[in-house]
């Protein structure tokens, strides 16, 4: 079957070739997890397939990059001249309302001071103005003597 090894090359000789058998797993299972203590790992490690075969490797530190942060769209210090222009105005407004509502109470105070005055001295006058035939009261008169406090008549 072999061929003839050549009459010049003796020392040859023809070498069987092996061809890998391909490993058709019947079940797939999940590897068992190997414990590890808490803050301690191994600088060997070996994980059990579930056809039986253990792999063993040395664990392999992913240096984990630096995260990202993306600046801010707006500078910090901007956004609290913001939040200060806000604040103030917001005092001012208030401010205003405060001394518009002084003013406007100030006022309306004002005019009940007014209408008192006027109703008031309104009263006054008609008391005063009055016809005499109103015979409630002390009547005085010169000319005739005549003094109804006092029952006096000349």
């Given at each position: 079957?072999?061929?003839?090894p050549?009459r010049?090359?003796?020392a040859?000789?023809?070498?069987?070739?092996?061809?890998p058998?391909?490993?058709?797993?019947?079940v797939?299972?999940?590897?068992p997890?190997?414990?590890?203590?808490?803050?301690?790992?191994?600088?060997?490690?070996?994980?059990?397939?579930p056809?039986?075969?253990?792999?063993?490797?040395?664990?392999?530190?992913?240096?984990?990059?630096?995260p990202?942060t993306?600046p801010?769209?707006v500078s910090r210090?901007?956004v609290n001249?913001?939040?200060?222009?806000?604040?103030?105005?917001?005092v001012?407004g208030?401010?205003l309302l405060?001394?518009?509502?002084?003013?406007?109470?100030?006022?309306?105070?004002?005019?009940?001071?007014?209408?008192?005055a006027?109703?008031?001295?309104?009263w006054?006058a008609?008391?005063?103005?009055?016809?005499s035939?109103?015979?409630?009261?002390t009547t005085?008169n010169?000319?005739?003597a005549?003094?109804?406090?006092?029952h006096?008549?000349?």
């Open positions: 079957m072999h061929p003839e050549a010049h090359a003796p040859e000789r023809a070498l069987p070739v092996h061809s058998t391909p490993i058709t797993p019947s797939v299972h999940p590897a997890v190997v414990p590890v203590q808490p803050g301690h790992v191994s600088a060997v490690a070996s994980i059990v397939l056809d039986g075969r253990v792999v063993t490797g040395y664990a392999i530190e992913h240096p984990q990059p630096a990202v993306a801010p769209p210090a901007a001249v913001a939040l200060g222009g806000v604040g103030f105005l917001a001012c208030g401010l405060l001394t518009s509502f002084i003013a406007a109470l100030t006022a309306f105070i004002g005019q009940l001071i007014i209408l008192a006027v109703i008031f001295g309104g006054i008609v008391q005063v103005l009055s016809t035939s109103h015979r409630s009261g005085v010169i000319r005739k005549t003094f109804k406090r006092n006096f008549h000349g």
